[in-house]
């Protein structure tokens, strides 16, 4: 299957700082990735979608102004959390999809963002 | 995307089968059936997908009830490490559709 990479795997920052995750599709080129969140003990919820070369997608209650996504080539997406909160805390995690009808959709390792 | 239902947990016993039932009463005819799984603290990974058929890979099987209303995920021979949340999501074939997850199954693989 495909290869994805998340970095870092895990990131603790201060309060009001900013964190950079980025997803790299290694060995497919990738014209959308998708964004999830997931808290605690609960599912995976889509955050936006990735478009390369133009703007992201954002699901509804997800501020685009405070989680910044750059698709600026067909491998890489980058993920940016600004002026971070506890409640930011979180295990942030990408995804891609070939782009071939009904392929399955390959994940990257997850990113664990925890805002001291 | 159609609503998916599956228990909330199981157990199974180390080296016997697992079956993890799907409901997914609500399917319409260009939507398939993905299992995936996640183990604690990892991205999910793909387990086995089909449509109408039933499937096997070397990871599991899927047996899709006729109507098309619920399906099976087998693990025939579950180990310690196939501990995980197993999800069930039903999807059309549009390949810009991203996956919606549910509660998923918390299945428990025991020595």
């Known amino acids: 299957g495909a290869v994805v990479s998340q970095h870092p795997s895990w990131v603790i920052c201060k309060s009001g700082t900013s964190v950079k995750i980025e997803c790299r599709s290694l060995d497919f080129q990738a014209t959308t990735m998708f964004w999830y969140r997931q808290f605690p003990k609960q599912s995976l919820m889509l955050m936006a979608t990735s478009n390369e070369g133009s703007k992201a997608t954002y699901e509804q209650g997800v501020e685009k102004d405070k989680f910044l996504i750059n698709h600026a080539s067909l491998t890489l997406s980058t993920l940016t959390v600004t002026s971070a909160h506890p409640e930011d805390s979180s295990f942030y995690i990408c995804s891609v999809r070939p782009g071939e009808r009904n392929t399955e959709a390959f994940f990257g390792q997850g990113t664990r963002l925890t805002v001291v | 995307d159609a609503k998916t239902t599956q228990p909330p947990s199981m157990d199974c016993a180390e080296g016997r089968a697992a079956n993890l039932p799907c409901n997914h009463s609500t399917i319409s005819g260009n939507e398939y059936v993905y299992w995936y799984r996640q183990i604690h603290s990892q991205g999910p990974q793909y387990i086995i997908h089909?449509?109408?058929n039933n499937e096997t890979n070397e990871m599991a099987s899927l047996i899709i009830t006729e109507d098309r209303k619920s399906s099976t995920l087998i693990l025939p021979h579950a180990t310690l490490r196939d501990t995980a949340v197993y999800y069930c999501i039903v999807r059309a074939n549009n390949a810009g559709n991203m996956l919606t997850f549910g509660g998923g199954t918390r299945l428990m693989v025991k020595p």
């Open positions: 089909g449509l109408k």
